[in-house]
């Protein structure tokens, strides 16, 4: 299994700012995932965080509104840019469970940074 | 894309009471996964699904998929307070994209 750790776990932001998110994973990962899950929502996969390359974003995100940063195997960063309520959300990262080399078909998910902006 | 609904969306039982929660999805399913989700708080993997026909057990929490593998149901044995969350069925074609459900809220009363 493996153990993600999300900063900041929680806060409250005024509108037009920028903020962070920080995800740390117990192993070294190939890919990480960046979802939001909007309140009363489901998640929606916002991208892909590929460590040596650009992120791969879903339709209706983009690099501009969420600048991805992956600077090694066991880290990666989100930051939601210009805040909108709109954007008041939980914030998850997650990461596919292996085995060796291989997939095991589990994904494991950080315990998700709740945004508030006012 | 592939669409997932899940059924009811809101849950409440007694303690003690079996429930299911029921997925289906408008495609067929290469990889259903099932995850529950404390209020706030991140995702717990719970079972992965990818045969027809797969049943799946953890504790008290039995998951299966048809034959069809376009539908997936969650049964609880004897519910506890401890199973009360949110309830999200995923798939994917590989184990990294997931589509989401819309989610079963599960309150269970002591």
């Known amino acids: 299994s493996a153990v993600i750790s999300q900063k900041p776990s929680r806060d409250i932001c005024q509108r037009g700012t920028s903020l962070t998110i920080q995800c740390q994973v117990d192993?070294?990962?190939?890919?990480m995932f960046w979802y939001r899950q909007q309140p009363g929502q489901s998640l929606t996969l916002i991208a892909t965080?590929?460590?040596?390359?650009?992120?791969?974003?879903e339709s209706g995100f983009v690099i501009d509104k969420f600048p991805i940063s992956r600077p090694n195997l066991t880290f990666s960063t989100l930051t939601v840019s210009n805040m909108s309520p709109e954007d008041s959300s939980i914030y998850l990262c997650?990461?596919?469970?292996?085995?060796?080399?291989?997939?095991?078909?589990?994904?494991?998910f950080g315990e998700g940074s709740r945004l508030t902006v006012l | 894309s592939q669409e997932l609904e899940q059924s009811p969306q809101s849950l409440i039982v007694q303690e003690g009471k079996n429930l299911t929660i029921n997925c289906t999805s408008s495609?067929?399913?290469?990889?259903l996964y099932w995850y529950k989700q404390k209020y706030g708080e991140g995702l717990i993997f719970l079972m992965m699904?990818?045969?027809?026909?797969e049943e799946k057990s953890h504790e008290k929490i039995t998951a299966k998929l048809d034959e069809k593998k376009q539908q997936s149901s969650l049964h609880i044995t004897a519910s506890q307070p401890s199973h009360a969350g949110i309830y999200l069925c995923?798939?994917?074609?590989?184990?990294?994209?997931?589509?989401f459900g819309s989610g079963t809220q599960l309150t269970v009363l002591p």
């Open positions: 995923g798939a994917g074609g590989s184990a990294r994209q997931l589509t």
């Open positions: 699904l990818q045969k027809g026909g």
């Open positions: 997650s990461v596919a469970g292996t085995s060796g080399t291989s997939n095991t078909g589990e994904l494991f």
């Open positions: 192993s070294q990962v190939t890919m």
């Open positions: 965080a590929n460590q040596g390359s650009e992120a791969t974003y």
């Open positions: 495609k067929t399913l290469y990889g």
